[in-house]
C-alpha cells in the first residue's frame, strides 16, 4: 500500500500533497430491553487526498474506490488552482516522520466471534434489566472496529497504524406512572476485546440510580456552590472551554483573538488545564494526528493564565506557533481540522480532597455525571445524571434534574478549589464539530468547586 | 451490482432480501472568516444488504463495491443468525409516482458558478467587526434498490446547499447569526437575497442587548427556532417510539390532541425537495402521510421492520445508509400545508403587532437533550429577542425559556405570514401564550 501511496504522490503536481487511506473492519450490536436490535459487521474503506499549489486553497477529494487513487490525486491539484488564496496559506514545520505505530489491539476484536460480543452485551444489558421491575426499557450498545491507516505526504512523512476502538454503552429507564427517570453507563477504549470484561457494576449501578431517581426530588432552582465530579468537570472544561482554545476560531478573525490572548487571565491561580494526544490508552490517543504531526501534551491554561492553545499546521503557522498534533478528521471522509484528544483540568498541586471541598459548604449542590450538554460559545448548559445536595458539609440527599447554564467566563474564574483524585472519564461518545461526529475523545479531571453557579432543573417561575 | 446482490442473497436466504445501493458525487466550496479557503470532492459508493433466514433478519453494508457480492451475503446471513425472528414480507412490485428529483443545472454547475454564489453572498454579508463564513455543497446521486419479491426502483437525485454564518465578537459577547438554503437545484437569485435579508435583519436588531423580560409571556418562536417544539412530537410520531411504548401520543390516534389549527404532514413527494424520492429505501413506493389532521392524530410512520412488529403496513418511511439496518425517517415535515415563500419577509411572520411583552426565540441551546418525547423542555437562549408593544427592542442573552410542548401544542395564540424550509422542515413563526421565560 505504502509503495502504491508514494508513486501517487510522485505524479502529484501541486506543491504539497498528502494521501490518507483507511480500511475499518467495525461490529456493532444493539439490544432495546431484551430484544436484541441488530448484530452487524461492517467493512468501510476509502481515501483522502489534500493538495495545495502556491497561492492556492486546498483542494481536496475523498473515494471510496481506490483504483480512483492517481485520479483524485490530480483532481485535488485542480481544485487548490482553481481558488486562488490571498495571503497564502503556509504550514507549520514539523520534521518527516516515518513510522509504523500498530498500537496494542489487547485482544483484537477481529478474532472474536460476533455471537461472544453479543453474549456480553446481554449479560450488561441483563444487569440492567435485573435490578428491578421499574426497569421498564433498556438500551444497550457495543462498538468496536479496528482501522488501518496509512499517511504519507509530500514532505518525507510515511506513516501506518493500526488503530482499535472499542465503546459500550447502556441506557436504563425507570418508570412509575407518569414518572421516567434514566442512567447512563458509558465505557470507551482505544484499546481491545480484554479491556470491557468484568463491567457489569457499572451497568447495575446507573439503572439502581435511575430507580432512585423516581423518589427524588427535583434540585430546588437557585444559585448555590456547586462541586462537579470528575466527569461532568471534564465534559465542562471540553466543551465550555476546550473549544475556545481550538486554533482555527482565533486565527482569522481579530475580535476572538483578542478574546483568547495569550496571558489573559481565565480563572483563580487553582486552575490548570491542557490536552494530551500522547496519553496512553485513552481513546483521543495517537501517535500522530492526520497530519503526520506527532501528538503532546499541550498546556492551555497555567496558574489560570491562558498559556496555549491547539493547532493544526496551517493555523500555528498563520499565528507563529508551533503545531501541536491537533489536526485531526473522522474518517477518510473528511479533512482534518483542528480538534481536541484527551483533555483535562489538573489535580491542584496542594492535594486537597474531596471532604475538603465540601467542608464549609453550608448549602450546595454535588453535580454528578453528564446526559448531555451544548456550549454557544461563551454561554453553556449541562445536564447532570443526577445529584446530591451538601447540606453543613456533609453530602446529603439524592435530587434530580440538576441543570447548570452560566457563562463561561464567569464560571471558570469562580472555580476556587480543585481536589487531588484526578481520573480519565473513558467514555464512548465522541465530540461532533464542523459535521464531523463522533470523533473519540477523552476528558479527565478531579473533583471541582465553583464558588457560585446557577442550578436550575425548572426555570418555570 | 445490486441484480448480483440480490441474487446471490436469493440463493442462500430462504426468507428473501432486499438491498439498496447508492452512489455519489459531491463538490464543495468553502469560505473561512471572509475568504476563500478550499474546494473539495466525494466520490462514494456502497451496498447495504438485508436477508431473511429461517425466520431471523440480518443486515450487512460496504464500500468495497469490488468485494465478492457473496462475501456481503455471507456477513448477512451471519447477523441473521443471532437476530430475533421478525415475520417481515419484502413488499411486491407497485407502480411509483412520477417525481423530478434530477436538475441538470445543480448536476452541472461548474466550480466557477458555485464559488460566484459564495463571493455574491460574501459581499453582501460582510461589515464591520463581523467574519463571515460561507459553505456551499453540490452533489449529484444515484439509488437503486431491489428485493427478491420483485419489486424495486431507481433514481437519480441532486441537491445544493448555501450556508452563512456571521460571527461578530465584542469584548466577551460572542454573536452569531446563521441561516441556510437547502434544495434539489441551485438556489434562486431570489432566494439567495432572502439568506441575506434573514441574517442582516436578525444581526441589526441584535446589536443592542437588553435585559430580559420575565415571567409567562408571550412567545414567538421562529421557524428556525422552533426545533424544541416540533422534535417531541415528531418523536412521538414515529412509530418506533409507538411500539417502545415511550410516545405520549401512543394510544391517541383519532383522539384531538393538538390546537384545531394544527395540521401536519410528511411530503416526500415535494418537488425540489433533497429528501423527496418516488420509493423508499425499503421499495415502498411514496405517498404523502397525514400524521395529525386539524389537532386530530391521525397516522405514525413505520419502516418495513416496525410495521411487521407493529402488525401494521409500512407507510414508505424506510431509511438506510450504508452500514445499519433500516430505520422508520421523516422526509419533509410540513405545518399546516404551508407552502414556503421565497420573498424575504418581516421577522415574526406579522405575529409581534399584538404582544405587550414578549420574546421572540430563534435559537435555543440544547434542543434534543434530555427527556424529549415526555415534551417538557427548559433551554438557555442562543438567539432571542425582546418584544415590546409589538417591536422589537433588542436581543436578550440570559435568557432560558421553558415548558411542555404538548401543553403548548393545545393552545396555538397564532400561525406567521412566513412559512419557509428550515432542512427538511416547512412551518411559519408560531406563536404560544404563557411560555415560562426566565431571566438569569
Known amino acids: 500500500m505504502i509503495d502504491r501511496l508514494t508513486a501517487a ?50 483542494g481536496v477529494a475523498s473515494f471510496t474506490s481506490l483504483d480512483r487513487l492517481d485520479a483524485m490525486v490530480a483532481r485535488a491539484g485542480e481544485l487548490s488552482r482553481a481558488v486562488p488564496v490571498d495571503p497564502p496559506i503556509r504550514l507549520g514545520d514539523v520534521p518527516s516522520h516515518h513510522a509504523d505505530a500498530l498500537l496494542d489491539l489487547d485482544g483484537d476484536v477481529r478474532g472474536v466471534p460476533i455471537a461472544e460480543k ?18 421498564v426499557d433498556t438500551l444497550a450498545v457495543y462498538r468496536d472496529e479496528v482501522s488501518e491507516y496509512w499517511y504519507v505526504n509530500s514532505q518525507g512523512t510515511i506513516l501506518h497504524e493500526l488503530r482499535p476502538d472499542i465503546t459500550l454503552s447502556g441506557t436504563a429507564v425507570a418508570r412509575r406512572d407518569g414518572t421516567i427517570e434514566k442512567g447512563l453507563e458509558s465505557i470507551g477504549m482505544r484499546r481491545g476485546w480484554h479491556s470491557v470484561q468484568d463491567k457489569a457494576a457499572g451497568f447495575r449501578a446507573v439503572a439502581e440510580r435511575a430507580v432512585a431517581l423516581l423518589d427524588a426530588p427535583t434540585v430546588k432552582g437557585g444559585t448555590y456552590p456547586v462541586i462537579l465530579d470528575p466527569e461532568l468537570a471534564g465534559v465542562f472544561i471540553h466543551e465550555a472551554f476546550g473549544h475556545l482554545s481550538e486554533a482555527d476560531f482565533v486565527y482569522e478573525n481579530p475580535q476572538a483573538r483578542e478574546m483568547m490572548t495569550l496571558g489573559r487571565r481565565f480563572g483563580k491561580p487553582v486552575l490548570n488545564v491542557g490536552d494530551n494526544g500522547a496519553a496512553p490508552g485513552l481513546r483521543g490517543t495517537l501517535p500522530f494526528d492526520d497530519e503526520g504531526t506527532p501528538t503532546q501534551d499541550t498546556a492551555l491554561i497555567e496558574d489560570g493564565i491562558l498559556v496555549g492553545r491547539l493547532h493544526s499546521r496551517e493555523t500555528a503557522a498563520a499565528m507563529g506557533e508551533r503545531p501541536t498534533g491537533n489536526a485531526r478528521a473522522i474518517s477518510f471522509r473528511h479533512a482534518p481540522i483542528v480538534r481536541m484528544t484527551n483533555t483535562y483540568i489538573a489535580d491542584a498541586p496542594a492535594g486537597r480532597t474531596f471532604d475538603d471541598l465540601i467542608r464549609d459548604v453550608k448549602l450546595g449542590v454535588y453535580a454528578c455525571g453528564a446526559f448531555g450538554g451544548q456550549t454557544m460559545l461563551e454561554n453553556f448548559s449541562f445536564t447532570a445524571a443526577y445529584g446530591r445536595m451538601i447540606r453543613d458539609g456533609q453530602v446529603a440527599e439524592l435530587v434530580k434534574d440538576v441543570v447548570l447554564a452560566g457563562n463561561l467566563f464567569q464560571t471558570l474564574d469562580r472555580i476556587d478549589h480543585i481536589a487531588g483524585d484526578f481520573r480519565w472519564n473513558q467514555m464512548g461518545g465522541g465530540c461532533g464539530k464542523a459535521g464531523q461526529f463522533p470523533l473519540p475523545v477523552t476528558e479527565g479531571a478531579p473533583h471541582v468547586r465553583i464558588e457560585e453557579a446557577l442550578v436550575g432543573g425548572d426555570v418555570a417561575p | 451490482m445490486i441484480a448480483q446482490l440480490i441474487e446471490a442473497a436469493r440463493r442462500r436466504a430462504d426468507g428473501g432480501a432486499d438491498a439498496l445501493w447508492r452512489r455519489f458525487e459531491r463538490t464543495t466550496v468553502a469560505f473561512e ?40 451475503v455471507a456477513r448477512a446471513l ?24 434530477f436538475f441538470d443545472r445543480a448536476a452541472n454547475a461548474p466550480l466557477d458558478d458555485l464559488i460566484g454564489i459564495g463571493r455574491s453572498l460574501l459581499a453582501r454579508l460582510e461589515r464591520d467587526g463581523c467574519r463571515v463564513n460561507v459553505a456551499i455543497e453540490r452533489e449529484a446521486t444515484a439509488t437503486r434498490v431491489a428485493n427478491t419479491a420483485g419489486a424495486g426502483g431507481e433514481y437519480r437525485g441532486t441537491g445544493c446547499g448555501v450556508s452563512a454564518d456571521v460571527w461578530r465578537i465584542a469584548g466577551d459577547d460572542v454573536l452569531v447569526v446563521s441561516d441556510a438554503l437547502e434544495g434539489a437545484d441551485l438556489p434562486s437569485d431570489e432566494a439567495l ?34 426545533s424544541a417544539l416540533m422534535l417531541p412530537v415528531t418523536q412521538g410520531l414515529s412509530g418506533k417510539a409507538v411500539l417502545q411504548g415511550i410516545s405520549p401520543l401512543g394510544a391517541k390516534v383519532g383522539e384531538q390532541v393538538f390546537d384545531a389549527r394544527v395540521s401536519l404532514t410528511d411530503d416526500p413527494l415535494r418537488v425540489g425537495r433533497t429528501a423527496s424520492r418516488p420509493l423508499d429505501d425499503e421499495c415502498v413506493p411514496s405517498r404523502t402521510t397525514c400524521l395529525v389532521e386539524r389537532g386530530v392524530v391521525r397516522r405514525f410512520i413505520y419502516d418495513l421492520e416496525t410495521a411487521a412488529r407493529a402488525k401494521t403496513k409500512s407507510t414508505g418511511h424506510g431509511a438506510r445508509g450504508i452500514f445499519g439496518k433500516p430505520v422508520p425517517a421523516y422526509t419533509n415535515i410540513v405545518l399546516n400545508g404551508a407552502a414556503a415563500r421565497p420573498a424575504p419577509l418581516q421577522l415574526g411572520g406579522g405575529l409581534l403587532g399584538e404582544i405587550p411583552e414578549g420574546l421572540l426565540v430563534d435559537e435555543l441551546i440544547g434542543v434534543g437533550q434530555g427527556n424529549v418525547t415526555g415534551g417538557a423542555f427548559s433551554h438557555p437562549v442562543a438567539l432571542a429577542y425582546r418584544i415590546e408593544r409589538g417591536e422589537i427592542t433588542g436581543r436578550v442573552k440570559d435568557a432560558a425559556v421553558a415548558g411542555n410542548a404538548y401543553e403548548l401544542w393545545k393552545r396555538v395564540a397564532g400561525f406567521g405570514n412566513d412559512a419557509r424550509w428550515t432542512g427538511s422542515r416547512c412551518a411559519p413563526s408560531v406563536l404560544f401564550e404563557g411560555v415560562s421565560v426566565a431571566r438569569r
Open chain 2, 193 to 226: 437575497a432572502a439568506l441575506v435579508v434573514s441574517i442582516n435583519a436578525r444581526l441589526d436588531h441584535a446589536l443592542r442587548v437588553v435585559a430580559s423580560p420575565d415571567g409567562a409571556l408571550p412567545v414567538v418562536f421562529t421557524p428556525a427556532g422552533l
Open chain 2, 33 to 72: 472568516w471572509g475568504r476563500l479557503k478550499s474546494a473539495g470532492t466525494t466520490e462514494e459508493a456502497g451496498a447495504n444488504l438485508r436477508v431473511r433466514s429461517r425466520g431471523r433478519v440480518g443486515v450487512a453494508g460496504t464500500t468495497a463495491t469490488d468485494a465478492a457480492p457473496d462475501e456481503l
Open chain 1, 9 to 58: 504522490l510522485s505524479r502529484s503536481r501541486a506543491d504539497y500533497t498528502e494521501i490518507r487511506v483507511e480500511r475499518t473492519w467495525s461490529t456493532a450490536v444493539t439490544f432495546r430491553g431484551r430484544r436484541l436490535e441488530s448484530a452487524t459487521a461492517s467493512e468501510d474503506q476509502g481515501g483522502f487526498v489534500r493538495a495545495l499549489h502556491a497561492g492556492g486553497g486546498w
Open chain 2, 78 to 101: 451471519a447477523s441473521a443468525e443471532l437476530g430475533e425472528e421478525l415475520d417481515l414480507a419484502f413488499p411486491t412490485q407497485a407502480p411509483l409516482p412520477p417525481l423530478t428529483t
Open chain 1, 118 to 135: 453479543k453474549r456480553l452485551l446481554e449479560a450488561y444489558n441483563g444487569a440492567m434489566l435485573g435490578v428491578s421491575d421499574r426497569i
